[in-house]
Every structure is written in C-alpha cells, then in structure tokens.
C-alpha cells in the first residue's frame, strides 16, 4: 500500500514523495548463527528522484532471544536490494556493522520484551525499485517475534501476539 503526496503540498522542511508499508502479525522463530531473512519483513518502493532519501522506519512488537540474563543476543540489519544500505553501524576492524543489537531479553520463556525498533534514513541513488528487508543472526538460542518464546497459548498479556511493520517513505530535502 502507498500514500503520494503531490509535489509542493506539504508545507514541510522537506518534500514527502511517497510511503509505502508492510505489516506482519504472524509468529516469527529461528535459531541461526547466520544471517536469516525474517519472513515477512520486507518491503519495496520505487523512488521518484534520484535524489531522493528513503526514511526506513521497522517496529517488532515483541522480539529478543528467550534468555534471562541479558546474554545470547541478536543482531539486525537492513539490507537494500540484497546488500547492505546506509543503516548501520561504522566500520571498526573485524566487527559486525548493524543497524541493531539486542540482547536476552526475556525474563522466562513467557515474559518476553516488546516493542523494539530500528529507524534509519538510506540514500539508494535510484529510481528503479528497492526492496528493504530485515536480517537477524542470533549469538544461540531462538530468537521470536511477535509472540513470546514458547507459544504458549493463554489469555495472558505474556502470551499476546503483536505486529511489526516496515514504513518507508521517500523524502527531498
């Protein structure tokens, strides 16, 4: 779905072009060492300018590795066309450059953390379309999105299923 702002309506410091998004409100689980699509997490757009800025907005409602002691954790990273973008991390040595770390959020394998997000601005330098996705690499153990670590199914708020979303939005400044 997309929104365009015609040229020159907006009396903002910038010109919003477009925005388009994605929405994912199914359960998300993997354990990898590797770099892992999440499913469902990817979104396209084609920019009008060249020029142009892509405001790269990504929601979890709930997401971190089902362990308690802040250890185990997870790194994300946004990939434009299959390549890593703008959103991350500077280059340092042998690490990694990401757009986010998190760690063992979850207090027990039902009291899980929510609402974690990631906001970048990208300049891919086209106006041929791009596809934003999400990546997660998990040191070990699951990481889960959108529901808690052992699905269980209860009508406590620790079992709830959330969403997550990916907003871009084309800018000019």
Known sequence: MGINFPEGTQNNPSNLVQTVWTLKNAR????SGSWTDISGMSCSITPKFSSSRILVQISMGAAGTD????????AHRILRNGAECDIRGE?????????MQGSGWCYNSDHHAGGVGI?????????????????????SRQFVMNGCPNNSNSGAVYHV????SIILTEFQT
């Open 161 to 164: 299923r959330s969403c997550s």
């Open 119 to 139: 906001v970048g601005v990208d300049h891919p330098n086209t106006t041929s379309s791009v596809t934003y996705k999400l990546q997660v690499m998990c040191q």
């Open 28 to 31: 998300y689980a993997v354990n």
């Open 67 to 74: 362990q308690n002691n802040f250890d185990h954790g997870q």
């Open 91 to 99: 280059s340092a040595s042998s690490r990694l450059r990401v757009a």
